[in-house]
């Protein structure tokens, strides 16, 4: 961590608690002009598609934290459709905790919420929502609405999201099975939720506004799914941001301006990309560390490798009908390739990999998620037996303290030597 970005850091950690308005206020600060910067005056050392998600974030989450009152706090695997049809806009734990960490100030936001009774085994993602709203630091929403989806963090989190700005909590039960009686039963959850929503916000759904974002989310879905089928065969630069960025378009901004404008943009930025070379090709499971300098030069800056995508940012490509708008976002959750059973998630990325030739597999264990280390070494095993060498580390997305440090470095540095010498595992 560089000197500047370590001082601001101690900074902001020494304010959560005695001055969390002054926090605010410089985080929502920096934030604005992260996205006036990558607006106005994009770098040309990141990918225009980049620059303008990071920009639109950035402002997202500036404007959530001058005031969120009309705001909705949702986990990553909730369809927003209905709130961007009422302009309510959304955010996640993972987006805020992917900015807060790269202020290097998390740990003042995880001490705090760990000493009021969250558990330190809770995912660094929800411990820093948690200890934003615990210090004030972030302000009451309209609501807050979680699915059941994959992340056992979300009961415990949401609900006492809820509890504590004494808000609305909505929750979507995602059926385990993965067929079309649990389509209908989430489709009905659904529409009794967006009678709720209207409620909260005294907003009136209409109907052609929510087939209008369910339009763009199938056009958004279509475009990123060309992205991927090409994305092999060119060369991009970047990989962490980018990827995070992915994930978070291809959730929570679905059916939104945003994502639709990205798509086009990551497609743009593929037609102008140098064709690949001799790099190794790598498919990433679960969340990216790209607050790690080190893992971003060995995954990112090394001219041996490239990551050509993460499953979080392809796992729903589900294609939508906009005349079924409810049917539609739920067929998309229960076809998730994160529900069910953890052979879903495996075969497909499996898959990815088979299409897109990729060298290996990295999968990236999170912090407190059961989901990805449960899976991980069954899946190394099944990647493996089908010619993909794949490595299993454990890190943290939101927490340094967490992070691995250079027994990472070490155990990636040496994946990739043996993939560049046709070896098998690490």
Known sequence: ?????????????????????????????????LSFQTTHFPSKNHLPSREYLQGYTAKLLADMLRNSSHAAVVNIFMPCEIFHALDIPTMAPEALAVYIVNTAAERGF??????AGTPDTLCSFHKLLLGAAQTGVSTKPLLVANTTLACDANQLTFRELSEHWQVPHFILDVPYRV????VH???????????????????KLSMDRLK?????????????????DHRAKYHLPEAMTPELLACISNHIYMGNEAALK?????????????????????LWMHVLPN??????????????VEVLGCDLAYDALIPMDPEKPFESMARRIVYDSYNGPGSRRIEATLDRARSMEADGIVIFCQWGCKQTQGIAFRAKKIFEENGFPTLVIDGDGGDRANGGGGQIVTRASAFIELLEQGGASC
């Open 1 to 33: 961590m560089n000197e500047t970005l370590e001082k601001f850091g101690a900074y902001l950690t020494d304010g959560i608690e005695k001055h969390p308005v002054a926090v605010r206020r410089t985080l929502a600060a920096v934030w604005s002009a």
């Open 110 to 115: 995880i001490d705090y919420t760990e000493a």
């Open 179 to 182: 067929d079309e009686e649990a």
């Open 185 to 203: 039963y989430l489709a009905g959850q659904l529409k009794k939720m967006a009678s709720g929503i209207e409620d909260a916000a005294h907003k």
């Open 212 to 228: 209008e974002c369910v339009a763009r989310s199938q056009k958004t879905i279509e475009n990123y799914s060309k992205y991927m």
């Open 262 to 282: 990205y798509s086009r943009l990551l497609l743009r930025d593929l037609k102008n990309a140098p064709a690949q070379t001799d790099r190794k090709k790598l």
């Open 291 to 304: 607050w790690q300098e080190s893992m971003k030069e060995i995954f990112q800056g090394d001219a041996h």
